[in-house]
Structures are given as C-alpha cells and as structure tokens.
C-alpha cells in the first residue's frame, strides 16, 4: 500500500501533509509532519495540484483556505476536533455586539466560518505574539479558554475568554503531575497550554507541539514526561534516540486524529474523495484572518 501511494503521489504531483498527532505509519510516509502553523505554511507555499491532510477538518479546512487552487483532501470524512466545534459564527457576532472595542482572535482550531468572523488566527506556537501585535486593549479569544488564559499571562491586554476546551488536555490533572513527579523524579514535565492552567502552571515547559520537540531536542537532559497527545512520542523518538519518553497520562489519545488510515489516503488518490469544498465568499474572508496571523512576525 505504501508503494502504491508513493507513485500514485507522484503521477498525481500530490503531497501527504501530516500532524504530529497522526499515528505513526502515517507520520512515516507524509512528505512533511508538522503542528497547526508548519502546516499552514508548507500548504500555502507547496506546489503540488494536490494536498492529502492527514489531520483533523480544521486543519484541512485551512489548507484549502490558502490554496484555493489545489485540491484538497481528508483521508477520513468524519476526523473532527470537538473543541473546534464548541464555537460558532453567531457565537462570535454576539460577542462583538457585547465587546464592541475588543479585537477577534480565533485559535486555528476552529471552522472556516469562525475564522471568517474573526480579526486574525492564531496557533498555539504564536497566540502571544499574535495578541501582543494587536492595538486593540481588549482581546476576545476563541475557543480554548485554557490557551486563552496561557495568554493572558504574557500580555497587559484584557484577554476575554471563551468556553471552548480540547476534552483530551482538558482532563489532565494535578494528580497526573503529581503522580508523573513521584514516578520519574528529577525528570522535567512538558505540557500543551491547551491544558488546565494549574497544570501549566505545575509543569516545567508549556509550548505548542513543535515547542515541545525543540525543546527537549536541544536540552542536555535525557528524559521527559510528555503532557500532549502521544503521537508526538513519535517524532520525539525519531529525533532523539538517545532519550527517553513517558507519557504525564495513559489517556492522552485524540480520537479524531487517529482516524487516518493508509488505505483512505490511497483512496483519495484513486477517486479524489472527500474533497474540501468551501464557499468562495466565506474562503476569502477566513484567508485575510490566517495570512494576517502569517504576516506576524
Ligand atoms: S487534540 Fe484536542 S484540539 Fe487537537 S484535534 Fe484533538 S480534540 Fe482537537
């Protein structure tokens, strides 16, 4: 199967675009594996006819927002984010009625039509410096309400937040800390800010994903507890042979993310389904939020 989509992928000129939560097959034979902003970059800048997203519809959905030319596919119709779900369009006109002097900023994990509603995007490797480069003394932030108040740590704006959660970092807890610290003692804890803010605030790194990678990469330390979905342990591993990997709980498993299958991606090259079809309208409103985010620097 994996051969067949190699030269399929080549006949095709395709590319494989995959999330570090993907599971491991999939990481191994996607031709780049990123968080959220790598691969709304390499989406807007690939120039291949045809991008397969190995990830959750949001993240599709942006790829298709930057690259209205390509066509864009979802190995898995139904791979959804709940907490991309949690908010809507009406949500955020509502919220600007109520906050009329606060700037919009919508988390990449959110639908097209909430990205079009919103000022700009942001991802969770640069949701503080997108909040700080606004002029705006209120800031609305949506849907996560733990990376919002991550943010709001790190800037005097007034961060006003939603109630939208990842339910997969949401669970953790401080006796997860607290049981991870008394099993591998000395050992550093590395979280998501889509955690609960007392657990950010017990761990000893918060960063997104790639921050998360990096981070241990260039440290002198030889093992970690992880506090975000475990298909990071995979490019953790490949990268770090040498270290070692715990996860800060069992369940850290993001069922939308592991609906990729090889054979579904080889069906998208076969008969192109589940094309990502967005209103042209909608598109180029949602594109000004994510190539402003892009334009941050
Ligand atoms: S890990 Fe959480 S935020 Fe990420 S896709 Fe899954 S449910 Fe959504």
């Given at each position: ?202 761990a000893d790194f918060a960063g997104s994903t790639a921050q998360i990678i990096d981070y241990a990469t260039a440290s002198d330390k030889k093992e970690f507890i992880i506090g975000t979905e475990r298909g990071v342990l995979y490019p953790l591993e490949k990268k770090n042979p040498d270290k070692k990997f715990y996860m800060l709980a069992e369940n850290f498993t993001c069922g939308g993310m592991k609906k990729t299958k090889l054979s579904d991606i080889l069906e998208c090259l076969e008969t192109s389904k589940n094309e990502i079809i967005i209103d042209e309208e909608i598109r180029k409103k949602a594109e000004k939020s994510l ?7």
């Open positions: 199967m994996v051969e067949k989509i190699g030269k399929l992928k080549k006949e095709k000129n395709a590319v494989i675009l995959a999330h570090f939560y993907q599971p491991d097959e999939i990481q191994a034979i996607a031709d780049f594996v990123g968080d959220s902003l790598d691969l709304s970059r390499k989406a807007a800048a690939c120039d291949a006819d045809i991008i397969i997203f190995c990830g959750v519809h949001f993240m599709a959905g942006s790829a298709k927002i930057l690259s209205p030319d390509k066509t864009v596919m979802i190995p898995e119709k139904s791979a959804g984010c709940p907490m991309a779900d949690m908010v809507t369009a009406e949500d955020i006109k509502a919220l600007r009625k109520e906050h009329p002097d606060a700037a919009v900023v919508a988390y990449v994990n959110s639908s097209v039509e909430v990205k079009a509603e919103c000022d700009i995007c942001c991802t969770s490797s640069n949701a503080i410096k997108i909040v700080n480069s606004l002029p705006n003394d209120e800031i609305v932030f949506v849907p996560d309400k733990n990376l919002g108040s991550y943010v709001a740590q790190f800037t005097d704006k007034k961060v006003i937040l939603f109630s939208g959660y990842c339910p997969v970092h949401d669970r953790i807890t401080l006796e997860d800390v607290e049981k991870a610290r008394a099993a591998y003692p000395g050992v550093e804890i590395l979280v998501h800010p889509e955690c609960p803010a007392e657990v950010v605030a017990a190539i402003r985010m892009l334009e941050v620097k």
